[in-house]
């Protein structure tokens, strides 16, 4: 029979720079595997999200396909070199191109993804102009969270609406935020049907975040 | 008669004598959220694909019940109707589903109809799931729609009274023309009203603490939004014997289609919605957009027909979307519903013998309010995927879905079609199908 549609595509964009190197790639790696085992709890992601991480330092890889949630394999990653948001946010429209399937006549399509990016520091490639297609062209609901000192909202605020602020790189700054994903993706079904355009619902940040308005 | 289930835990439908399937089910599901954390990629041996009924046979056990919240305005767990004109019986279903269950939260869609004088007129809608307050929203709609066709079918009858023969006469004559034209300005009016009833519904609890406490600001139109699907049925004589003239319009997902059990499969399913729908899943467009409040604007978005039918259905995408393409998926669906004992099948399909298939028997799965509970029900889909028969064959082939029903397999029931309707929406497994699920059936005599 027909594969199954009507997915919830969750792309995790993951900074695995030089500055990660240590406690803070440890609290990432915790965070996917918190991450994974909380939405395994949930009936509905169960039959309906399907993960996929995207890394990027001094160039962007997709180390996990879309793939759903029961068969999903924590990705190795480790941290060394530059922060080629650039070039994530090209391989992400890409990937989106790819694996994402829109409503046809004969199919019903996936829902409309949702995007998660984590970084600590400023990119050090050619970012704008991608960063300007996902904004103007939202083929995804982008959630971006900017960590530690370093971070540049400005950048993310030119990538999507949604920007987060977290003071740290912490380990219970990184545990929340992962947390706060995985209340992301089971809350976003209620405003799935949301128009087009419209801002999705999401469940409050954790405390010590800040929504850069 | 009526059926209101407002959280009857204790008055559940008894479930069929399944203590096979329970056997096998306890021990293949997982007993808690703990048990499926401990499953990783590796424990699926060999397997690197899942079947979607690996997955539901995993979350089954998953799927939580919370109660309806106590305010503001809780409304039923489920509703259901059946009525009888004595030409044709309609029954309707309209049940909260699995998310809504889980996490404690209302029933969005509804449904309201009347029968009248020997006709129909019938409205089903989708309460917007981001919105607080859509199934209020949704149940004003369709009454709205009942109440003023009522009012102007009363009305064309007196202007018109012969209309009943007419809409049987010639469908190029200026009187088809007519009566077509007042029935279906009645249907696009009592939109319109809909749309006002809508407003009318938010006025009214606008400034109320108990609203404003769950959206944590003012309420507004958007919080009651929802879908609308109307139509009107009418049984007409023609010089082809006995027809239907039916007229619809649907603002929003969901569908609207007829269906011919006596035709060939191409021919078997009429197509009488057109759903709105973006790029994505779950985008779509409801009656409390602006454009809605002039009837004019609704006119490209009514259809007209008049020919044989056995059934005529309305549903909501909680239903629309496991049939997909509708076309011809539904018929799958008029399948479901005859395999299961809810619709009629007295369809002259060809009798042969079937000694020699073996056709799967129906599943279970527990009950989501009481996990004690199964429901035995079977799937076109499963009879098909397992016998390699195509949807013409079984559609063809009666005698072979009499083998493969519920009847078929011993399972019978005392149930009326309004509870079995609800129990077959209540329980029907599909993965990723987790909405509210309504829907509207008129069933012909012949």
Known sequence: MSEFSRRLPVYLLLDVSGSMQGDPIEAVRHGVRALISELRGDPQALETAYLSVITFNSSARQVTPLTELMLFKEPQLSAGGATALGAALRLLADCIKSEVRKSTETQKGDWRPLVFILTDGAPTDDWREAAAVLKTTKPANIIACAAGAYADTTVLKEITECVLMMNTLSAGDLAQFFAWVSSSVKMSSKSLDAKPGANIELPPPPQGFVIVP | MENNNINNASETVPAFPDQAAKDVLQEELPKTAEDTNALTATDVPGKKKLSDRDVTAHTAAMWKYNPVPESPEPYPESISRFASSGEFSVTAASVRGKKHKHDGSNRDDSFAFEIIDGMAVAAVSDGAGSKAFSRIGAKAACEAVIKYSKIRLEAIKRDFPNFRKELGGDIGGANFGNVCSQIAEMLRGSCAEAFAAVEAAAEKRLGNPEFEAVVDRKTELKDFSCTLLAAVFIPVETQNGREYLTASIQVGDGMIAAVDENAEVKSALIILGDADSG????????????????????????????????????????????????????????????????????????????????????????????????YALQYAKNVLSETGLTLEDLWKNKALRKKASLSGFGIVHEKDCAEMLTIWLDNYVERGSFDDRTLLMINTEN
């Open chain 2, 279 to 374: 790029s994505f899943a779950g985008e779509t467009e409801f009656i409390t957009s602006e454009q809605f409040r002039n009837p004019e604007s609704l006119m490209s978005r009514t259809k007209v027909r008049r020919g044989k039918l056995t059934s005529f259905l309305m549903m909501t995408d909680g239903v629309a979307d496991d049939y997909y393409p509708n076309n011809p998926q539904l018929l799958r669906l008029a399948l479901d519903l005859k395999l299961n004992g809810i619709m009629p099948d007295a369809g002259a399909g060809d009798s042969r013998d079937n000694a020699d298939i073996a056709v799967p028997g129906p599943v279970s799965y527990p009950w989501v309010n009481d996990g004690d509970v199964l």
